[in-house]
């Protein structure tokens, strides 16, 4: 699987905008981008993903570079809810149906 | 969306019994099923996939005869710990995903997972 590289923590003032990047310089060309969030205690729970266009859903935005070898995630206004560790995952468009976490990135919100 | 419940919430043994933990989709059927395992601080380490009515396939390290992974039906997969040891104590989750197969754009949905703690 392709690896992606993030940041391990980042922190963000309560109702500011939030871009959270991630680098996966090894994606290939039908690798899907997924984000998912984890929330302290709590199993993982799915955000967003794309594959070469930009996409929105109500929880946040992925921006995915033209070249696809990074991607940002962007929370429009953090809250403290948000506070959470954030994986990026890259989904390979082969048999199976494995989602191999890495180390992510946790969020801090500060109020 | 689709839900994934985990039972229990938390379980306390003490060394060398066994512990089932059960894992449910309640609204959609899963074919697959997966187990992680997460250590304080740390990620989700992939366990194994679980598919219904067939073996479980293991990932390299994780041993097959510890870990009994049965998924008798299409909304059911269990996670049996056997002759627990302290150093098996970890909030293990599962998960599934609402096609069932091989689709990259397929979500995961994830349980709320459970606590076990090996005395």
């Known amino acids: 699987d392709a690896k992606t590289t993030q940041p391990n923590s980042m922190e963000s003032n309560e109702e500011e905008p939030v871009h959270l990047p991630c680098n996966h310089s090894t994606i290939s060309g039908t690798d899907y981008i997924h984000w998912y969030r984890q929330l302290p205690s709590q199993g993982p729970e799915y955000v967003i993903h794309?594959?070469?266009s930009n996409v929105n859903n109500r929880m946040a935005s992925l921006a995915i570079a033209e070249d696809r070898k990074s991607s940002t995630l962007i929370l429009h206004r953090a809250t403290l809810r948000d506070a959470a560790v954030y994986y990026c995952i890259l989904r390979a468009n082969t048999g199976g149906f494995k989602t191999i976490f890495g180390a992510g990135t946790r969020l801090f919100v500060k109020a | 969306g689709a839900v994934v419940s985990q039972h229990p919430s938390r379980v306390i043994c003490k060394s060398g019994t066994s512990v089932k933990i059960e894992c449910r989709s309640l609204?959609?059927?899963?074919?697959?099923m997966f187990w992680y395992r997460q250590f304080p601080k740390q990620s989700l380490m992939l366990m194994a996939t679980?598919?219904?009515?067939?073996?479980?396939?293991?990932e390299q390290g994780v041993e097959k005869d510890k870990f009994l992974i049965n998924h008798a039906s299409l909304t059911l997969s269990t996670l049996t710990v056997t002759s627990a040891h302290p150093e098996d104590s970890s909030f293990y989750i599962c998960s599934a995903g609402t096609s069932g197969g091989a689709r990259p754009t397929d979500t995961q949905y994830f349980g709320p997972g459970t606590r076990l703690t090996v005395l």
């Open positions: 609204d959609f059927q899963a074919t697959t």
């Open positions: 794309g594959l070469t």
């Open positions: 679980s598919n219904e009515g067939s073996k479980a396939t293991y």
